[in-house]
């Protein structure tokens, strides 16, 4: 099957702990993102990474740090969450020069 | 900076009756336009996207028209179905090979029977 997988479904923390999320894309596509859906559906990109490299990067807070072992993977840390940060991460993938994004379920972060 | 502007929140409609969710756009450029549809507890997909020659997507009965003369892309539907229950997303990029693409807030369209 190929598609974008996410893990956890679903991650429930205190603040100040660290969380890590997993990406992987098995579409052959070369660049990812993850997006932030917050409780009103808001959908905001924060990072993109083309081929390990990192291509776009909005302003979020520093504790928010992307990691690329390769083209088909792309996790996401945040060190030290706060209350705000739950929300649901969205991972996508595409090709580059192409701007068809695939998105993968979701990881549904709570912090308390 | 680009943004886009949806109808907001909350539509709700009859089965069988026509949809139109609203999508304005300002962006300094000549941008690309999508749509994209969440149903519940789902991903995100892409559902139409702008050509560059103007010619009308559709896809599972919905169309959208670009006009750049309004700056629109309004996502229309003839007739709704129960399955049409979803959140829609209206979308743009700068142009093809922009990874950036910028959502609009997000439309929740209800079909009732």
């Known amino acids: 099957e190929t598609a974008v997988f996410q893990t956890p479904n679903y991650h429930v923390t205190q603040v100040g702990n660290e969380v890590s999320f997993n990406c992987k894309q098995t579409l052959g596509h070369d660049t990812m993102y993850w997006y932030k859906q917050d409780s009103k559906k808001l959908l905001k990109i924060m990072f993109s990474y083309n081929n390990k490299q990192l291509i776009v990067n909005e302003t979020v807070p520093r504790r928010f740090s992307p990691q690329s072992s390769d083209k088909a993977h792309l996790n996401l840390r945040i060190k030290s969450v706060e209350p705000e940060d739950s929300a649901v991460y969205l991972c996508?993938?595409?090709?580059?020069?192409?701007?068809?994004?695939?998105f993968g379920p979701g990881t549904r972060l709570l912090v308390l | 900076g680009d943004s886009v502007t949806q109808t907001e929140g909350l539509v709700t409609l009859t089965e069988g009756l026509p949809v139109m969710l609203n999508c304005t756009y300002q962006?300094?450029?000549?941008?690309?336009l999508f749509w994209y549809v969440q149903h519940l507890n789902e991903a995100p997909k892409l559902l139409l996207k702008?050509?560059?020659?103007?010619k009308r997507p559709e896809h599972q009965g919905f169309h959208a028209t670009l006009h750049k003369s309004s700056s629109s892309f309004h996502l229309q539907k003839s007739s709704a179905q129960l399955s049409d229950s979803a959140l829609y997303y209206c979308a743009l990029s700068r142009d093809y090979g922009n990874e950036k693409i910028t959502f609009g807030a997000g439309t929740k369209l209800t079909i009732k029977p």
């Open positions: 962006s300094t450029y000549s941008p690309f």
């Open positions: 996508a993938s595409s090709y580059l020069g192409g701007n068809t994004q695939y």
């Open positions: 702008s050509f560059t020659d103007n």
